[in-house]
């Protein structure tokens, strides 16, 4: 099965089909499955965007919309040179905080912010909140599990809602030795993720089973640097991380900042699309928190990638939930497939060309 089509962004799109004048999309990773094309400007409006998700800043250009790969960093736009900013409310409150926050400046006189989200999410606070914020209460209208509201600019009622300084990176304490630079926007990033830790507690074992030393580490969706930064220490001459997540990028870079006695670099791909060499080994905690089990299309993305980017010797080390089916998923990619380890949360899967 495929992804289906987020309700609360289909209810922006349907809103925003009779909006004019200019427009800001900001776009984060629920924009999955949208449509650009209805997204884009038309004679009465004009429309652009900005994501901080690689993939969906392609897809917005590839409709023709104007679009920046950033983390959500607005400072290019001019204030109050925008009619209206339509924003689908993220996962984490410092994200929307920010959004909100920013908008304040963006908008005309008069122009509106366009909220959408599920209760469950708190859009129904993030709309209150941003009506005091602008000096304007609204009511947020249902449809389903979705809603929606329309907040215009009157003034300012309010100091800004805390969004913890989302802009910066800061330094994390996430183990007794362990200090990395990391930040809001990022998936746990003030923690280290147990399905990492799994995987780095087993990679001694898992690299004694090449018959020479492996000298090239691909980290496949690398976050804030947990696992290419550990297995800085295994012997590895060349590491590379890559993510499409533009806060990790600037938290990866950051730390592997003091690898001096390694080469390695950081790159912006879509689960490693725009990367031409291969690697002896590719580590990888895929984005597969829920849900993969009826999303083939990322299953295919990470695995078909995987493929193509491990030498003809290399070998590639997956960390997944133990309901995921990863080494089903796998057979048509690979030869060889073994369950290394399963704690009854986690299991790691090897893979082999």
Excluded at 288 to 302: C, E, M, N, T
């Amino acid at each position: 099965m495929s992804r289906v089509s987020d309700k609360s962004i289909s209810l922006l799109l349907q809103q925003f089909m009779d909006c004019t004048g200019h427009w800001l999309i900001v776009a984060d990773e629920n924009w999955q499955v949208s449509d650009w094309l209805a997204a884009g400007s038309h004679d009465q409006r004009t429309s652009t965007a900005i994501s901080n998700r690689l993939e969906i800043a392609r897809g917005a250009k590839a409709a023709g919309i104007d679009c920046q790969f950033n983390d959500f960093d607005f400072s290019a736009y001019s204030d109050n040179s925008f009619d209206g900013v339509l924003f689908r409310v993220s996962k984490e409150r410092a994200s929307s905080h920010h959004v909100i926050n920013q908008s304040l400046k963006l908008l005309k006189p008069n122009g509106k912010l366009v909220l959408s989200g599920e209760k469950n999410e708190g859009v129904k606070s993030y709309v209150k909140q941003a009506g005091k914020l602008f000096g304007n209460p609204v009511n947020s209208e249902k449809h389903g599990r979705a809603y929606i509201a329309s907040i215009e600019l009157h003034r300012n009622e309010t100091a800004p809602l805390n969004d913890k300084n989302y802009a910066a990176l800061r330094p994390v304490q996430l183990a007794d030795n362990l200090n990395l630079e990391s930040k809001p926007g990022i998936f746990g990033w003030d923690k280290i993720d147990r399905g990492s830790a799994f995987l780095i507690d087993h990679l001694p074992a898992f690299l004694k089973d090449y018959k020479s030393a492996p000298q090239t580490l691909l980290d496949l969706g690398c976050g804030y640097g947990y696992i290419a930064l550990s297995a800085s220490e295994f012997g590895f001459n060349r590491i590379m991380a890559t993510d499409n997540n533009a806060a990790a990028l600037l938290a990866v870079q950051e730390n592997l900042n003091p690898l001096s006695h390694i080469e390695w670099d950081v790159l912006a791909t879509d689960a490693g699309d725009d990367i031409a060499e291969t690697f002896d080994t590719i580590l990888c905690n895929p984005p597969f928190h829920s849900g993969f089990a009826v999303d083939d299309q990322l299953a295919i993305k990470f695995l078909s990638q995987t493929k193509r980017l491990l030498n003809r010797s290399g070998r590639a080390l997956f960390v997944v939930n133990t309901f995921i089916p990863l080494e089903h998923k796998a057979k048509p990619y690979f030869t060889q497939i073994d369950v290394m380890a399963n704690n009854g949360s986690f299991k790691l899967i090897s893979l082999k060309r």
